[in-house]
C-alpha cells in the first residue's frame, strides 16, 4: 500500500535527513527504512521532487555509483564531507551506513535534520 503523497514526502524526507555527514545510502536501502521495499525508483521520484531541501548526495545508487547529470555537483559535495569518491565515480562500501545502523534509526525517529 502506498502513503498518501504528503505523508510519502515526509517519509522520505525524515529518512534521508537522518543520514550523517559522511556516509550514504542507496536508493533501495533509503525505500526499506521509508517502509517502501522494492521501491527504490519511487524514493528516486520522491527526492527529485523534493531534492532541493534533502541532502540529496548522501543517496546513491546500489552499485554505489552516482547519476551521471549530477555526478559532478555530487562528487563535490560528498567529498567535501569526507567521503572517497574514485575517478569512475563509484563510492566506497565503507562510506554507506548498515542497514540497521541503531544511531541512523534513532535520528530517523526524531526527525533528525
Excluded at 45 to 52: A, D, P, T, Y
Excluded at 105 to 112: E, F, T, V
Amino acid at each position: 500500500m502506498l502513503l498518501p503523497r504528503d505523508e510519502l514526502h515526509r517519509t522520505v524526507a525524515r529518512v534521508v535527513r537522518a543520514i550523517p555527514r559522511g556516509r550514504v545510502l542507496s536508493y533501495s536501502r533509503v525505500a526499506v527504512l521509508a517502509g517502501l521495499p522494492g521501491r527504490a525508483r519511487l524514493i528516486g521520484k520522491v527526492m527529485g521532487r523534493i531534492g532541493s531541501e534533502l541532502p540529496w548526495w548522501r543517496v546513491l545508487r546500489a552499485d554505489r555509483t552516482m547519476a551521471e547529470e549530477v555526478r559532478l555537483k555530487q562528487a563535490k559535495r560528498l567529498r567535501s564531507e569526507g567521503v572517497k569518491v574514485g575517478e569512475s565515480g563509484r563510492v566506497p562500501r565503507s562510506a554507506f551506513l548498515p542497514i540497521g545502523d541503531e544511531t541512523l534509526h534513532g535520528r530517523i525517529r526524531r526527525g533528525a535534520r
